[in-house]
């Protein structure tokens, strides 16, 4: 069983490094897992902005898989919570605390 340690505040920084918004930045900061589905959906959003010589697909492509990349940062913290999206999609009971617990817990 995998579980999620959260980070304090006195022993890792608070926010990760993002990496830049291009796609071979975004590929490269992913992880193997994810480079497959990247690729993929890569392909075809540029196949269809070639079609309609319209960009928002490749743009709203490229915001959300920035967003993974960064999360993935911290592989071993993103391949946590993948598992626990995972444990809710299968309707598993998902320990959870109120945000007002996480703020007192971290201080904030």
Known sequence: ?????PHSPTN??????APDKTPRAIRAAL?????????REF????AEATETLDLTAVTSFLERW???A???TDASGHRAMLERAAELTR???VPTRSWAEVRERLGL
Do not use: C, I, N
């Open 43 to 46: 392909r075809a959003v540029m």
């Open 31 to 39: 992880l193997p897992e994810e480079v497959g589905d990247f690729d």
């Open 91 to 93: 309707g598993e009971d």
């Open 66 to 68: 920035w967003r993974v």
């Open 1 to 5: 069983m995998m579980t999620a340690e």
């Open 70 to 72: 960064w999360s993935s």
């Open 12 to 17: 890792a920084p608070p926010f990760l490094p």
